[in-house]
């Protein structure tokens, strides 16, 4: 492969990529394709092959089938040490007997030949202002806060130069603002580097708020792999609607399917309509079906207020109300729809009352907030 090739490569690329452990495949015949210079993220509950295919970059396993690619070469067979990545592991892996800048320069010491003394101590201090700890050099890991020895470890794999860095649930000790102070730095200090960061995650917050694209992995497959967006709006299936973010379903079977629109007729012998994910194929007519909407497109209001311009309106009652600062949730007993959440932002609460448990209601969302995805 010529010099321009590997330039214009993907940083990171599968090929049929399987990984057995004995009887059990942790990753399934995945081909995936990983951009210079994006924030991706691999995305899935525990045991769907997220990690592994991270080990697998790394070069702590090898793949049962397939080929792996590092900036258009084939890594299959070269030892962790000897690839052009890094990995900041959940636990920070810091040095409890040396300091800050020793810990940052381990990986340094350990080249052959080993740089002079003082490119090390610069590129220390070079690194230790990049994660904005200029100063801390001479502090032991210990005395240092959570989010601080998470920077430390960061330090220690980006004072290398690695083509790509791998992130292996890194900000899960972290308390929650302290975590999301992190994520924002994570995702700025991404941005100034200009190099491939790979993440590992359960927490779908975290991964669309971070990642430029995201791979949500089931059973050691993809699933879906696009943008925060694009997973988000347009997912492919129930489980995709399901595990980002949060959705209400109501299951049916298809009556009609056609271009723009999709009506089922759900359990409640109602029939409801939506329009098809992109990327999702089209629901065969009397194949079973769900009908999907986020909580925050249902609109809650008084039990004899009316919407003219709702599709469709749901009477209820209030369950339950948590107040979560920026917006409240309610909880909503429906008769023929079960349970169903709905998100109000706190600045519709300021123009309108507050409802309580007990209090009855209407809920009521507009056409276009409906997704009809294959159930499951």
């Known amino acids: 492969m010529s010099e321009q090739d590997i330039s214009e490569s993907p940083d990171i690329r599968f090929v049929g990529v399987s990984k057995w452990f004995g009887d ?17 993220s691999f995305l899935g509950p525990s045991g769907c092959g997220k990690t592994t295919s991270l080990r697998l970059i790394a070069g702590f396993d090898q793949p049962t089938e397939g080929d792996v690619f590092i900036s258009g070469t084939s890594v299959v067979g070269i030892p962790s040490h000897k690839r052009p990545v890094n990995m900041v592991f959940q636990n920070y892996a810091l040095f409890p007997h040396m300091n800050v800048a020793d810990n940052i320069a381990y990986g340094l010491r350990q080249r052959n030949p080993k740089p002079p003394k003082q490119e090390i101590a610069k590129r220390v ?4 202002e990049l994660v904005r700890l ?13 989010g601080q020895q998470q920077r430390v470890a960061l330090a220690r794999a980006l004072i290398n130069h690695p083509t790509v860095l791998l992130l292996d649930e890194p900000l899960a000790a972290l308390d929650r603002k302290l975590r999301r102070e992190m994520q924002m730095e994570l995702q700025t200090l991404q941005r100034e580097v200009g190099i491939t960061f790979i993440l590992v995650t359960h927490d779908q917050e975290e991964a669309l708020s971070m990642s430029d694209r995201i791979c949500i992995m089931r059973e050691g497959q993809i699933i879906q792999s696009g943008s925060p967006r694009e997973l988000y709006d347009e ?45 999702a194929p089209t629901p065969k007519i009397g194949s ?6 986020r909580p925050e497109m249902i609109s809650i209001s008084a039990a004899d207020e009316k919407d003219n311009h709702a599709d469709i309106v749901i009477k209820g009652h209030v369950k339950n109300r ?53 159930d499951t």
Do not use: Q
């Open 24 to 40: 059990v495949v942790a990753v399934d015949k995945i081909d995936l394709s990983v951009e210079r210079g994006a924030f991706f």
């Open 125 to 128: 201090d070079e690194t230790l």
């Open 134 to 146: 200029s100063g801390f050099g001479k502090r032991k890991s210990w005395e240092l806060s959570g």
């Open 235 to 279: 997912p492919v299936n129930r489980y995709v609607a399901d595990f980002v973010g949060k959705t209400n379903f109501f299951n049916g079977k298809v009556v009609t399917a056609n271009k723009s629109s999709i009506s089922i007729n759900s359990e409640s012998c109602a029939v409801l309509v939506g329009v098809k994910s992109k990327g």
């Open 288 to 293: 079973n079906a769900c009908v999907a909407v």
């Open 322 to 374: 948590i107040f979560l600062g920026e917006h409240s949730e309610y909880l909503i007993v429906t008769e023929g729809f079960g349970d169903v959440l709905v998100l109000s932002p706190k600045t519709n609460e300021s123009n309108r009352r507050i409802f309580a448990p007990g209090d009855h209601v209407s809920i009521s969302w507009m056409p276009e907030a409906v997704l009809v995805l294959e």
